[in-house]
Nanobody, 124 residues
Framework: QVHLRESGGGSVQAGGSLQLSCKHSATIYASGCVGWFRQAPGKEREAVANMNIAGDEINYADDLQGRVTISQDNAKNTLILQLDNLRAEDTAMYYC?????????????????WGQGTQVTVSS
């Protein structure tokens, strides 16, 4: 059984950085794609970044590219999302997710396993 548990959220000022972590079980390596999503109050869940398990295909949302970096620490079974130059509009609950089959996708409906989320709040 796959478990995903996010951490690292918090409150920062605009321009600051946060590093989010998603601890997962080793069985995640049987999946096709892992990624990060976010959901702000009153808005739909949206994709932030994803990558295939091999790590040679990485995708970023167009409006976030250059400010976010997705990576994996395989030794620690952890998926990482680095958020830089944060803006007030980045305030949201951030979720990690896994999709059992390749290729990666942007729609939340295509992902099979979800964590509980970690809150990011950016003050201007």
């Amino acid at each position: 059984q796959v478990h995903l548990r996010e951490s690292g959220g918090g409150s920062v000022q605009a321009g600051g950085s946060l590093q989010l972590s998603c601890k997962h079980s080793a069985t995640i390596y049987a999946s096709g794609c892992v990624g990060w999503f976010r959901q702000a109050p009153g808005k739909e869940r949206e994709a932030v970044a994803n990558m295939n398990i091999a790590g040679d295909e990485i995708n970023y949302a167009d409006d976030l590219q250059g400010r976010v970096t997705i990576s994996q620490d395989n030794a620690k079974n952890t998926l990482i999302l680095q958020l830089d130059n944060l803006r007030a509009e980045d305030t949201a609950m951030y979720y990690c997710a896994a999709k059992w089959t390749a290729p990666c996708a942007w729609s939340p409906e295509d992902f099979d396993i979800w964590g509980q989320g970690t809150q990011v709040t950016v003050s201007s």
